[in-house]
Each structure stands twice: as structure tokens, then as C-alpha cells.
């Protein structure tokens, strides 16, 4: 078959498409089109060249003959040029990414094994009377001490090994229940959006403590089984402190550690397009597990402040709220902590401004 090439639109390639492949108009059929005598062999041909080369191009053919192939050339060679990260929203929501993909290191840690034990990664034995190597304490692996640096970041964890929800890693927790996002923000959200979205002071109105303490024991032993229903807590601030409790005791913040600074140098640009940007490639650098868990409780917070005439609370108060909830310095120095703490508010409050731009 006859090997075609194919260059982008507005080059050279134009004058080469009407020669080889058929005329670039639509109002023109390909060949013959010219006023020359074409076999209808020669026909069948140039239009199996354009659908072997539309096929291999991964487009759809055109109803129509004559703009069979050039319309979707037109497309594919015109892909969507993008001046900022923030430009790249829709590419971004409608193709795969990272935070499809949820890798997890090994949590090892050093093990003594009763009776004879081979490595599953070298498949060679484990000498010694103790700490004769280490153990994942999500999935069980054991593993050579030295060979723990080579495994890959593929760890599955177990339910069985899972002994709590809160204090749990936010990216084991979720791989372990096979879920994009904890099953605690889930149900909490959904019962908040059930009853509680018009209640005055959502989320900065503190819950019985005691009330909180018994959900939380709920969620760690009975997991998504736990009763949250109006019946059994009829104030909607206990959950709403639930959430908040689960978001604060994540033993790496949502947003985490390794990215704290970078959200923080970010809320200090000037410039608002220049720190929507900024934030957005913090955004990207997240976990896809914390990425996910942030996204969908932006899209809650901001369904929250469309009921601000009745919940007095906007994204401003939101943002003091869980500002210090979903991120703080990895150092937890005091005198850091208050300095950033107005950083920390408009990080959260451009987030729930910007929810369908950033995510």
C-alpha cells in the first residue's frame, strides 16, 4: 500500500492532500472532481487510503465524501494550544491522568518471623532467630530487609490489616476499600446535603463532643455499616464535627506536607490569574488520593455557600474553618502555624471560588 504523508494544516500539506488524497474542499468528491476521467478503481482506492489513514489517525469518517478526511485533519492538527495550566480543564476532565492511578509504597516494618520464611521478593531464605526481615503492615509482604528498597510501589492493602478508619493513611484507607475517596466523607457529606445545608453556622458551629467521639468509634468499628441517620444524631453538627475530626486527624494532612510551602508561596502571588495558576500546579502535584478527597470537598463546600442567606456561612468562613484542617506545616511550629494561617484561608477560599476552574 502506498505510504501517504501527512503534515499539519496550513503548511505545504494542503497542495499535497489535493493531489494524492482528494481535494481539501468539501464541496468537491475526490477524484475526478477536476474534470478528469478517474476508474472508479482509482476511486475505491484514494478513499481506502483515507479511511486506512483516518483509522490510523483514530477519527471518525465523515458522512460526507468530499470532507472525509480533511475535517478531522483540521482538528488534529489544530489540538487544543494551551497558554495556562488552567486552560487545560477540559482536557484534563475528559482524558485519563495520574489521579486515575493510585500507587501506594509498602509500609514495612522490621518483622520477627517464627518458623523458616522465604522472601517474596528474591525468593531466597531468611536467616536469623529474630528481625530476620520486615513486614508489610497493609498487606502482609514479607521481605528481605535490603530487598525492601527494590520492591515496587504496588501495595495492596488488606482489610483484614486495616484496623481503623480514623488516623488512617488517607491513600491505604481508600486502595484497601477499592474507592476514589474515604467512605467517612462520603456518608458525611451525604447526610449533610441531606438535612443540614440551610442550618446556621454548618461547620463552625461545634457538635457534642462525646456525640463526635461515638461516630468516630462507629466509623472504626463498623465502617461504612455505621448509623449517622437523623434518628440516631439528630444534630447535624455532629456530623458535620465527624468530618471535620477525620479530615484533622489524617496522620498526612490533604493536603500534604511535601506541599505545604508550595501552596503557601502561592496564596502570596499578587497577581490573581498568576495564583489561580500556581495553585493549580500544586493541585496536580497531590496524591490522586488526596487530590480526589479535595476535589469533592470543594464541590461540597461550594454547594454549602450557595445556601449562605440561610447558613450565613460563605467561602471566606469556610476557608477559616478548614484552612488549617486540610493543610498545616510539616514542622507544626506554633509561631509558623499563625503566621500562615491567613494563607492557609485564602488557599481554601480560592478553591471553593474556583472549584469548576481548578479541578
Known amino acids: 500500500m502506498e505510504c501517504v504523508q501527512v503534515e499539519p494544516v496550513g503548511t505545504t500539506a494542503a497542495p499535497l492532500l489535493d493531489d494524492r488524497l482528494g481535494p481539501a474542499s468539501g464541496s468537491e468528491s475526490g477524484p475526478g472532481s477536476r474534470g478528469l476521467a478517474v476508474p472508479p478503481r482509482a476511486k475505491r482506492c484514494w478513499r481506502k487510503r483515507q479511511e486506512l489513514l483516518t483509522l490510523a489517525l483514530g477519527v471518525r469518517l465523515s458522512s460526507t465524501q468530499g470532507s472525509l478526511l480533511w475535517k478531522p485533519l483540521k482538528l488534529l492538527a ?9 486552560d487545560r480543564q477540559s482536557v484534563l476532565k475528559d482524558c485519563p491522568d495520574k489521579h486515575c492511578s493510585y500507587d501506594k509504597v509498602h509500609n514495612f516494618k522490621v518483622h520477627t518471623f517464627r518458623g523458616p520464611h522465604w522472601c517474596e521478593y528474591c525468593a531466597n531464605f531468611m536467616w536469623g532467630l529474630i528481625a530476620q526481615g520486615v513486614r508489610c503492615s497493609d498487606c502482609g509482604l514479607n521481605v ?5 528498597k527494590l520492591v515496587p510501589s504496588d501495595c495492596q492493602p488488606d482489610l483484614r490489616r486495616i484496623k481503623k478508619v480514623f488516623s488512617c493513611d488517607l491513600t491505604t484507607l481508600v486502595k484497601a476499600h477499592n474507592a476514589p475517596r474515604p467512605m467517612v466523607l462520603d456518608m458525611c457529606i451525604r447526610e449533610i ?8 453556622g454548618l461547620y463552625r ?9 461515638d461516630v468516630k468509634l462507629a466509623f472504626d468499628r463498623d465502617g461504612d455499616k455505621a448509623d449517622i441517620s437523623a434518628a440516631t ?13 477525620y ?14 510551602n508550595t501552596f503557601i508561596q502561592a496564596a502570596k502571588i499578587p497577581d490573581p490569574d498568576a495564583r489561580l495558576e500556581a495553585i493549580h500546579e500544586g493541585l496536580l502535584q497531590l496524591p490522586p488520593a488526596h487530590y480526589e478527597t479535595l476535589r469533592y470537598l470543594m464541590m461540597h463546600l461550594k454547594r454549602v455557600t450557595l445556601h449562605e442567606k440561610d447558613n450565613f ?19 507544626q511550629e506554633t509561631l509558623a502555624s499563625l503566621n500562615d494561617m491567613r494563607y492557609q484561608k485564602v488557599i481554601i477560599q480560592l478553591l471553593i471560588e474556583h472549584e469548576d476552574v481548578l479541578f
Do not use: W
Open 205 to 213: 458551629v461545634s457538635g457534642f463532643t462525646d456525640h463526635i467521639e
Open 78 to 86: 489544530c489540538p487544543q494550544v494551551v497558554s495556562s495550566p488552567l
Open 313 to 331: 456561612m460563605n467561602a471566606e468562613n469556610l476557608g477559616i474553618v478548614f484552612g488549617p484542617t486540610l493543610m498545616h506545616p510539616p514542622d
Open 233 to 245: 444524631y439528630a444534630d447535624i453538627n455532629i456530623i458535620a464535627g465527624v468530618l471535620k475530626l
Open 193 to 200: 446535603e441531606h438535612r443540614g445545608l440551610k442550618s446556621e
Open 247 to 260: 479530615l484533622r486527624d489524617l496522620p498526612i494532612p490533604v493536603i500534604t506536607y511535601d506541599l505545604y
Open 144 to 148: 528481605h530487609k535490603q530487598c525492601s
